[in-house]
């Protein structure tokens, strides 16, 4: 069965850096394209990034342009969200999920699996 497990959440300051990481499963992960979405307390779901199936394709939203980079290693099934420059209003419960689309990125497509999370806090 398809599993999705983020870990490398934790706290970290102001202006600091983390890398969180998911690791999928029970699936050929090289076959899709892989999204990162976030959800701040009390807030919706906001997309934060995407990543084709190479890793030669990515997009961002602007909230992290600039900031964040995601990034795949297809031999270790592992998808990747290094967080840089990080913002108090960064602190979210972090999300991988796999997308639905095809040769070319089309957000219509939508995500079918996502993970549990792994919990990102900036704060001094």
């Known amino acids: 069965q398809v599993q999705l497990v983020e870990s490398g959440g934790g706290l970290a300051q102001p202006g600091g850096s983390l890398r969180v990481s998911c690791a999928a499963s029970?699936?050929?992960?090289?076959?899709?394209?892989m999204n990162w979405v976030r959800q701040a307390p009390g807030k919706g779901l906001e997309w934060v990034s995407v990543i084709d199936t190479g890793g030669g394709s990515t997009y961002y939203a602007d909230s992290v342009k600039g900031r964040f980079t995601i990034s795949r290693d297809n031999a270790k099934n592992t998808l990747y969200l290094q967080l840089n420059s990080l913002k108090p209003e960064d602190t979210a419960l972090y999300y991988c999920?796999?997308?639905?689309?095809?040769?070319?990125?089309?957000?219509?497509?939508?995500?079918?699996?996502w993970g549990k999370g792994t919990l990102v806090t900036v704060s001094s």
């Open positions: 999920a796999r997308d639905l689309s095809r040769l070319i990125w089309t957000p219509s497509y939508g995500m079918d699996y």
């Open positions: 029970g699936f050929t992960f090289s076959s899709y394209f």
